[in-house]
Structures are given as C-alpha cells and as structure tokens.
C-alpha cells in the first residue's frame, strides 16, 4: 500500500520569502514517482514538479524545487521567493512503477498562505 | 481542446437519484483516471483506464459507482441511486502513457451535491 503524509495543514509566508512544505511517503514499490500539485481556489490541479525514485539529483522546475531524501521517505517541496500567487493548497502525490502504476496516492495538502 | 474536460461543472441531485458525469481527456492520452476529492482532502482514487480496458477500480466505494471508456477517449462516471456521502468533487485526469514520469492532467471536476 502507498501512503503520503503531508503533517502541515497551513502554512504561511512572507512575500519574497522561501517555504518548505513538508511530504513523507511509504510504498512497498521498489521504484515510484512521487509529484507537486497546486490547487488554487478555483479547483483545477496543477502539476508543479516530479521526482522519479531513481534520480539521483533532486529536481527543479523554476520557483519549485524537490527536496528527495529516499532514506528518510521525505519529499519536501521547496518554493522560492514567494508571491501572492502562491497562495493555494499544495498536494504531494506518488504513483508506483509495478503494481500500483495506474494509482496516484495524494496527502491531505498544505494551505500556504502569502503574506504581502 | 487543449485540456482536460468535465461535464456537467455543478450537479446537484436527490438523494436517490442516478447521475451520470462525463471526461474528455486531452487528445492522444492513453490513460484516464477518475478521483473523488472531498472538501478539504486530497483526491482519492477511483478507478483508471488504459485505452478502453478498466485496469483498476479498486477505489470505487460501492457498487453503485461505475465507470466505462467504451471507445479509448471519453469516460463516463455514473453514480446510481446517490446518497449523500457522495457528495464531492470528482476530478479526471489523463495522461499520455500509464508508467513513466508523466504528470497527470486533470479537469477542472464536477462539484456533486446530493440532498
């Protein structure tokens, strides 16, 4: 079974400033992706950035960048310099290679909040 | 179109009632994936599709859900006599293969409402 843990229910930040919003997982896949979705209030999901298990450097995709430490199952999204935005929900999300390869699990998502 | 499409935006229903939800993924997606998100949870999975072919409907949550992709593109979600714990946004999302890095594109979901 997949789980992801997402232990912030809201966050706030300063504008301009960074944030870490926390993810950890569990799979009994050996290889998996695991993914950033943003959420604003309108509803539609918006794919922010991937980390495939077997990657050896963490990715970045402008603003975002993944903070993967596979030891301790963490995946933390890293947002820079932050602007108003960036206010929305933020979802972690993996889906597994084998036998869960259809299924993306998501966490219960972290708020951010932008403070001007 | 160039993205993800859902039908009806809104529904509401009577508690009895069956309804029907539709997806129109992008153009050339081979997999279709249905969630349900309740209000402020993540998306919970449903089911997906490869082409026509329902790999996993492991998440449906009674038999009163099903979902179908006769042809390979669009995918109805149906929901027979309709209660209201399902009352939910039920997202679709595609993509262009099953496995691999790709990101799943959703809709922008039909906001369900039973009373």
């Known amino acids: 079974a997949q789980k992801i843990t997402q232990t912030q229910p809201g966050m706030f930040v300063q504008e301009k400033e960074a944030v870490t919003l926390d993810c950890t997982y569990d799979t009994s896949d050996p290889s998996y992706g695991l993914f950033w979705y943003k959420q604003p209030s309108s509803g539609e999901m918006i794919f922010l950035i991937y980390q495939g298990s077997y990657d050896q450097q963490n990715a970045t995709e402008g603003r975002y960048s993944l903070n993967f430490q596979k030891a301790r199952k963490s995946a933390n999204l890293v947002i820079s310099a932050s602007q108003l935005g960036d206010s929305a929900m933020y979802f972690c999300?993996?889906?597994?290679?084998?036998?869960?390869?259809?299924?993306?699990?998501f966490g219960d998502g972290t708020t951010l909040t932008v403070k001007p | 179109g160039a993205g993800v499409s859902q039908s009806p935006r809104y529904k509401v229903a009577k508690r009895g009632q069956d309804v029907a939800l539709r997806c129109d993924p992008i153009s050339g997606h081979v997999s279709l994936f249905w969630y349900q998100q309740a209000l402020g949870q993540g998306p919970e999975f449903l089911t997906y599709?490869?082409?026509?072919?329902?790999?996993?409907k492991s998440g449906l949550p009674s038999d009163r859900f099903f979902a179908e992709r006769p042809e390979g593109s669009v995918s109805t979600l149906k929901i027979q006599r309709t209660q209201q714990e399902d009352s939910a946004v039920y997202l679709c999302?595609?993509?262009?293969?099953?496995?691999?890095?790709?990101?799943?594109?959703f809709g922008p979901g039909t906001r369900l409402t039973v009373t």
């Open positions: 999302a595609s993509t262009l293969a099953l496995a691999g890095p790709l990101e799943q594109y």
């Open positions: 999300a993996m889906r597994g290679t084998n036998t869960n390869a259809g299924k993306s699990t």
């Open positions: 599709f490869q082409n026509e072919a329902q790999l996993d």
